[in-house]
């Protein structure tokens, strides 16, 4: 059965920081998807990004990278120079097909609050 | 373009009752999926209808349906509802499907006395 993990429950740091949120996922699959999402106070999800477990180089777009290790299962996020704008709660999720039928299994979530 | 629109944002419901809820994806996405988010069990995928069709499904019980139509648009039906039905649903709309590039809804806020 498919799993995702997101160890750090919530995590402060200061403005300008940069900041790391951690995602460790279990599947027995070796075609598989993996997502970040972001839910800001308004409540209203936010698709970031979607890799697949066959493309392993690492991503960035402006302040956002993440970084997709198979030989660990982790599929980290980091948000460099970190702004108030990023407080969020951040979900990691993995979506694998079981005989035709696309399932996604999200992390607990991570509650990042960024300090001015 | 418009967003993802869902209807209503609120709703009261009683146990054993029964709910539908709306999305209206964005013009020329032919996919609709549907999320439950609770404190307990946090956010879980329902179903997607692609074109019409239920693409894929979560593990949820068969009191939980879905129907697309025509226009893309979907509805989600909630039938005898429990205490534990209570959750924010949101829906997500793409262009292909299979959880690429979604854009959520606002959701819909459901609560079962």
């Known amino acids: 059965a498919q799993k995702v993990t997101q160890a750090q429950t919530e995590i402060s740091v200061v403005e300008k920081e940069d900041v790391t949120l951690d995602c460790v996922y279990e599947?027995?699959?070796?075609?598989?998807?993996l997502f970040w999402y972001k839910q800001p106070p308004s409540g209203e999800l936010v698709f970031l990004i979607r890799?697949?477990?066959?493309?392993?180089q690492n991503e960035i777009s402006g302040r956002y990278s993440w970084n997709f290790q198979k030989s660990t299962s982790s599929f980290n996020f980091t948000i460099t120079a970190s702004q108030v704008v990023d407080s969020a709660v951040y979900f990691c999720a993995l979506s694998e097909a079981i005989l035709g039928n696309e399932k996604l299994t999200f992390g607990t979530g991570t509650r990042l609050t960024i300090i001015p | 373009k418009a967003g993802v629109t869902q209807t209503p944002r609120y709703l009261i419901k009683t146990r054993g009752q029964q709910v539908t809820l709306s999305c209206s994806p964005i013009?020329?996405?032919?996919?609709v999926s549907w999320y439950q988010q609770t404190p307990g069990q946090g956010l879980q995928f329902l179903f997607e209808?692609?074109?019409?069709?239920?693409?894929n499904k979560g593990n949820f019980p068969g009191r939980f349906s879905g129907r697309q139509f025509s226009n893309s648009r979907s509805e989600m039906n909630v039938s005898t509802l429990e205490l534990g039905d209570s959750a924010l649903y949101l829906c997500?709309?793409?262009?292909?499907?299979?959880?690429?590039?979604?854009?959520f809804g606002p959701g819909t806020r459901l609560l079962v006395l």
């Open positions: 013009s020329g996405h032919r996919s």
């Open positions: 890799r697949n477990s066959f493309d392993e």
């Open positions: 997500a709309s793409s262009l292909t499907g299979n959880f690429e590039t979604q854009y």
């Open positions: 209808y692609f074109s019409e069709t239920q693409r």
């Open positions: 599947t027995r699959d070796t075609t598989y998807y």
